[in-house]
Every structure is written in structure tokens, then in C-alpha cells.
């Protein structure tokens, strides 16, 4: 049964989101002026009907409705939402700054309003979803699909569907591929009989002939067709597709922050985040200057080469946590809590990891990230050459950090094996990276400053 309530959720969520947004902002005015028996001011009432027309447009213009059954997520209905309401309250706004009627109309009221609103729409898409995966679990509202060829890739796709049984797709049988003159026939037998709604090609089993032939089919079955490329060597490299004219070009990004846009978006995080740790910390810095001044003699700053990004050599500043003469211990690496060479105030700057905060210096600079992975001496830098270079090739593509999945974990390396160990950690956030995998480890590199648990 093809196109069954097709359509239908888009409309709802429509509506419902109107509805919403009139009932959020009557609930606001009577909240407001505290005038539960008053019909609303005429004006409000205007404002109002005008607020629904920019709703309609906003949410067109944004696509907010646009949806399937793949990409129908809490995170993404949610942003969506919140786009549209921003851009709704600039409309609003700017249609009050050209009508000159501003000052009629009370802010707080269109606080209120954008509160209610966006809370409620949140939480009616969170019981709406909610609702769908257990209607759909329980074997109702269901997609058909039908794969054609029977290898790896099928089975991927398979091992998908178990595993989201919320998203209510079922599968109704598998074409096997054969080398035969009767293959087009068979093909048409076989999606005659089972009439799915949708047919997965796994094109590494399938010629140019045959993904013809399902395309023809399916057209006359009314059946849509979705093409799955063999990308298992390369996915973890990001394979995106681009049009170049009217011909498909897939590009693999070798590198993390290979776009622009990725690298611009970095960037600017890192810039007005350090800056206004700087400004907001300028107090704790003079203190901590003072007291590594006091605490033994020597300069406040170290200032040592690391290994930057592509191999290039730059100074990381740091607060002075050890002793002026401590070379001649000859060690290498950090001895933990017994190291001789670190300082009574050294260790509890290091356990506290403000010792790195004059590093914000060298991510304004252009030298650092504030999440990447650690920048190593000469010394780690060649034993880590010798032990996985092509792994810590890799690490050398984007700036080195602050912090890292691997400094959180396990912190200041003292052998080879931490060493390593921080390596695996590190190469994680070059596979997963995103904005929110940003914040998300200041946020524990925070926990671990605050609960003094850094080695």
C-alpha cells in the first residue's frame, strides 16, 4: 500500500506549531497585564494575525516542515524550530520598527511569548516522537524495502533497520544478482510480487544494465529507488557528495576541517572563546603570576618548541611548574605527583591545569586550537615517529590543543605506552569531530580543573 498518510506528519506539526504560537501568545499578553477578563487590545490582535503570516513564511523559507522518515529527529526538529523562531522575532521586530509602532507594545510580552512557545513546541515534538516509535514498534505504520544483491552492504542495511526498528521499515525480500540473459525478467517478476516501497541497490553487486532496468520497474511499480555505493573505505574520511553540473562527484576529505566552512567556524570559536577567558580571567592570571614568581626562583612563563600543525615548530607557553635547573635530572617525561623537578606550586597548578592557561595567548596567535591534540616535544615527536607514524601523521594534519579527548583521559604522558594510548584517544576526535564535541570537552577539561584530577 504506497503513499499511506503520506505527507500527513508535516501538515500536522504545522498546524500545530500555529496553534501553539496564538495560544502562547494570548497566554503571555493575560500573564503579562494580569487581565485574565479582558478581551486582548485590538493592536495585540493585529499583531498577532501579522506574527501568523511571518510564521508561515519563516517556516517556508527554512524548510522547517521538510522532513522524512530518516531525518525525522528530536535535535534536527528542534534547531529547525528554534531558526525559524529567530528569524520570526527578527520579522516581527523589523515590522514594528517600520510601522513606528514600537513603543505600543511591551517586550516582555514578546519574551513571554517566544518562551512559551518554543518550550511547548519542544516538548509536543518529543511526546509526537515518542508516540510514532511506539506505534511503529509495535509493527504498525510501516515502509516496506527490498534489497537487490545479497553481500556485505545488504547486510549492513539490514543490521540498520534492526537496530532503529522505531524508524518502521520491514524488509520483503532480497534479489539475488546472477550473471544470466534472464535477469530483467526476473527482476520484474521479482518487484511485481513483493511491491516494496522502496529498493536498495547495492551497486558494487550490480552493471550499469541492471540499475537501469530497477530504475524502469520501479517507476512503473511506483516504487522509490535508493543507490548505495560501496563507501566502507573510506566513510571514516567523510565522504561527501558534491554536483559538479549535472554529474555526482564524491569527494573524501583526507584531512579534518578540509571546508571552509569548518575551518571558518573553528576558528572564530577559538578566537572569542579565548578572548574572553582572557578578559574574564585577567585577575586570576595576574594572581597566578604572583604566586609562580614567589614560589621559587626563575621566570613566571616556560616557553618550549612543540611539534605544531603539518610538523611546523612553535613555542606553547605555559606557567613555570618545575625548577630552573631541572634539566639536570636528565628525565624526559613527567614523574607524576614524585617528579623531583616540579615545584610544591607546579603540582597543584598542573593537578588544576592552570599551568596551560597562558596557552589561550598561542590560540589567539594562530598556533592552537582549544581542542585538538597536545602539542609534543622533539622527544614524543620521534618516539611516536618510530612506534605508529602514519597514525600520528594524521594528528599532525589540524592544530594542536588545549585540551584533548586524549589530555582528559589520560593527561600528561610519562612512557611510551601513555603515549600511545593518548595517540588512539586523540585520533577519535579527528573521526567524530564537531562544534558540540568542542564544548563538550571544555566542559569535562572544566570538571577535571575544578575536581584537580589532571596528571
Not at 569535562?444 to 580543573?449: A, G, K, L, R
Request: charged content about 20%; overall charge positive; some cysteine.
Amino acid at each position: 500500500m504506497k503513499n499511506r498518510l503520506s505527507g500527513l506528519l508535516p501538515k500536522v506539526h504545522l498546524w500545530t506549531d500555529v496553534v501553539l504560537l496564538n495560544a502562547s501568545f494570548i497566554v503571555a499578553y493575560y500573564v503579562r497585564f494580569d487581565s485574565v477578563s479582558e478581551i486582548p487590545d485590538n493592536r495585540y490582535v493585529n499583531l498577532l494575525l501579522v506574527g501568523n503570516l511571518l510564521w508561515l513564511l519563516a517556516t517556508h523559507l527554512f524548510k522547517t516542515y521538510q522532513f522524512n522518515r530518516l531525518s525525522y529527529s528530536i535535535n534536527r526538529q528542534s534547531l529547525n524550530l528554534i531558526k525559524a523562531s529567530i528569524v520570526h522575532g527578527g520579522g516581527i521586530l523589523g515590522f514594528l520598527y517600520f510601522t513606528k509602532q514600537g513603543e505600543a507594545y511591551s517586550r516582555q510580552q514578546f519574551l513571554y511569548t517566544y518562551s512559551f512557545f518554543v518550550l511547548s513546541a519542544i516538548a509536543v515534538r518529543m511526546l509526537m516522537m515518542y508516540a510514532i516509535h511506539l506505534y511503529r514498534e509495535a509493527g504498525y505504520n510501516f515502509r516496506t524495502y527490498a534489497i537487490i544483491g545479497n553481500g556485505e552492504l545488504a547486510g549492513m542495511i539490514d543490521g540498520f533497520y534492526a537496530d532503529h526498528k522505531e524508524l518502521g521499515y520491514k524488509k520483503c525480500g532480497v534479489f539475488d544478482v546472477h550473471d544470466k540473459g534472464n535477469e530483467m525478467d526476473r527482476l520484474e517478476h521479482f518487484l511485481e510480487r513483493v511491491q516494496p516501497d522502496y529498493i536498495y541497490c547495492c551497486l558494487s553487486e550490480m552493471d550499469d544494465t541492471l540499475v537501469k532496468g530497477v530504475m524502469h520497474v520501479a517507476q512503473r511499480q511506483k516504487t522509490q529507488v535508493r543507490l548505495v555505493p560501496d563507501f566502507r573505505g573510506f566513510m571514516t574520511n567523510m565522504a561527501t557528495i558534491e554536483y559538479h553540473d549535472m554529474y555526482p562527484v564524491i569527494q573524501v576529505n583526507t584531512k579534518p576541517f578540509s571546508s571552509m566552512e569548518e575551518a571558518t567556524v573553528k576558528r572564530v570559536f577559538d578566537v572569542t572563546f579565548s578572548s574572553i577567558v582572557m578578559i574574564l580571567g585577567a585577575p586570576l592570571f595576574l594572581l597566578l603570576m604572583g604566586v609562580v614568581a614567589v614560589s621559587s626562583p626563575g621566570p613566571v612563563f616556560f616557553l618550549q618548541e612543540r611539534s605544531g600543525r603539518w610538523g611546523r615548530l612553535f613555542k606553547v607557553m605555559k606557567f613555570r611548574t618545575m625548577y630552573v635547573d631541572a634539566e639536570k635530572f636528565g628525565l624526559q617525561h613527567s614523574q607524576g605527583d614524585h617528579d623531583p623537578r616540579i615545584t610544591p606550586i607546579g603540582r597543584i597548578l598542573r593537578r588544576s591545569r592552570l599551568d596551560e592557561l597562558p596557552q589561550f595567548f598561542n590560540v589567539i596567535k594562530g598556533e592552537m586550537s582549544i581542542v585538538g591534540p597536545r602539542p609534543l616535544y622533539k622527544y614524543d615527536v620521534d618516539m611516536l615517529m618510530k612506534e605508529a607514524p602514519h597514525e600520528f601523521r594524521k594528528l599532525l594534519t589540524v592544530k594542536p590543543g588545549i585540551t584533548s579527548i586524549g589530555q582528559i583521559k589520560v593527561g600528561y604522558a610519562s612512557n611510551l605506552a601513555e603515549n600511545v594510548q593518548r595517540l588512539r584517544y586523540d585520533l577519535q576526535y579527528l573521526r567524530k569531530y564537531s562544534m558540540l564535541t568542542d564544548v563538550m570537552l571544555i566542559f569535562q577539561t572544566v570538571q577535571v580543573m575544578v575536581l584537580g584530577r589532571g596528571r
